[in-house]
């Protein structure tokens, strides 16, 4: 049976290393992107180079020198194996607003990501470039032509699967066809998400995709040549079909309303104020952050005993921290905050936690969050610690709770489970409190409640990215 099996995957890796033609001059040879052939007296100019294997294989349909490789962006499926190219005969082009990402790869993937490096999401980037820098000897730009051995592809600037991505658009005869990278997959698909992914939000990828497949719609290609999957006919009709998915898609993914003005918001109607700067109150036991704090990390259960648990813990100055515990001891019974729980491994949910330990509180989280607080270099995941400027790169966790798990805290029954939604790794802590079941989701939900349009909760997204 094991010699049956490891027949079968030979044949079949045999079968799949084959050159394809889809249409007349054009090639397919496919590893780990489509990489395009075109083809005159022996040589060849690629569109997109994927591993290299095709390097091996070019003399089965008469290619004895490559003498340009033309990259759609700069993702490194698309480019890995440019270090197999013989740079003596063979030159690189790809858009000018990419060449950076090419020829200095490590300037976009930091080590110690911030938030406001180049190209990143809350610190994580959404570049993807090569390994080892790539030398480009021609950038192009959008409109330019380029004009190999009769024949003629025009650039058309094509960004939103990547900020400059690039399309190109070859006549053949009464047809076009079209080099279009990743913006679509057949079946108007999207390639990924996460190349899209820009702004935590805000639309700004995706919107530049809409634009982008507008553009390439009015320019009526017959077939696209994806960087991924099969050639897509009917290609027109298809961008026809993406672009209404797109923008259905729209509605469901942008934030409910905009997060440049939350300080300019009323008081929330379920709160009462206090005597405490900052803190409203929910619940006979429960507070929270008023209006002039939102978009912070801050809410808190104070028991008859003045223990008090906290829920989450992030993104003001440890001085604001010191006022309010004192307020708070002062007006509001508090004794000793135990422990906070934190609700998922993004940092600005735990900037405060050198100063809270100095307080003597513990730290609670799930087990699979754990670690993301401990050793977040580990990972490579928007909004980890680091990126805060917090003071520090690591936050021992205390107890480490499992989903599903029920425990006790002065007389309360706390109750974990997995939660994911913004991120996989997160938990939600719910408990029955003052006659009410609450519930503590971290960023997974969010609304206005003084506007009707987000009276239901909808879904915060970020997209996490494994480019390690």
Known sequence: MIRLLAAFFILRSLALAEFQQPVPD???????????????????????????????????????????????????????????????????????????????????????????????????????????????????????????????LTCVSTPGHSPGGMSFMLKQGERTLAFTGGVMHDGAKMTNWFDTEWD????????????????????????AFASQGPVIANATAQFKTYKERLAQFRPDYVRGYPVDNLSKRGPHPATQPTKAHYIVQVTPHL??????????????????????????????????????????????????????WISHLHGDHFTLFPALKDHGVKFWTMDSIADKCENPRYYDYPAMIGAYNAGFEQAKIDRILKAGEVIEWEGYKLHIDWMPGQTE??????????????????????GDPADPRTERPRMRQRTQQRHH
């Open 200 to 223: 935590y939000g805000f639309a700004k990828g995706l919107d530049a995709l809409i634009a982008t497949v507008d553009k390439l719609i009015a320019l009526k290609p017959d077939t």
């Open 287 to 340: 507070y929270m952050f008023g209006p002039e704090m939102a978009g912070k990390n801050f809410a808190i259960i104070i028991a008859d005993s003045g223990h008090a648990l906290l829920l989450d813990c992030g993104l003001f100055p440890k001085l604001v921290l010191e006022r309010i515990i004192s307020d708070m001891k002062e007006f509001l019974g508090l004794k000793q905050i135990d422990a906070c």
């Open 26 to 152: 054009v090639f397919l040879w496919r590893d780990t992107c489509n990489v395009y052939v075109l083809k005159h007296n022996g040589r060849a100019l690629l569109i997109n180079l994927g591993d290299g294997t095709v390097l091996e294989h070019l003399a089965e349909i008469g290619v004895k020198q490559v003498e340009w490789v033309l990259f759609t962006d700069h993702h490194r499926e698309q480019c890995q194996g440019a270090s197999k190219l013989d740079r003596q005969t063979t030159q690189t082009a790809a858009p000018k607003d990419e060449q950076a990402f090419f020829e200095t790869p490590n300037e976009f993937r930091h080590w110690n990501p911030r938030l406001n490096d180049k190209f990143t999401v809350h610190g994580s980037s959404y570049l993807r470039p090569p390994a080892l820098p790539v030398k480009i000897d021609k950038g192009l730009a959008d409109g330019d032509t380029f004009t190999w051995n009769g024949f003629t």
């Open 425 to 446: 790794f997160g938990n939600a802590l719910w408990l029955e409190l003052d006659g009410k079941k609450i519930v503590f989701t971290g960023d997974n939900l969010f």
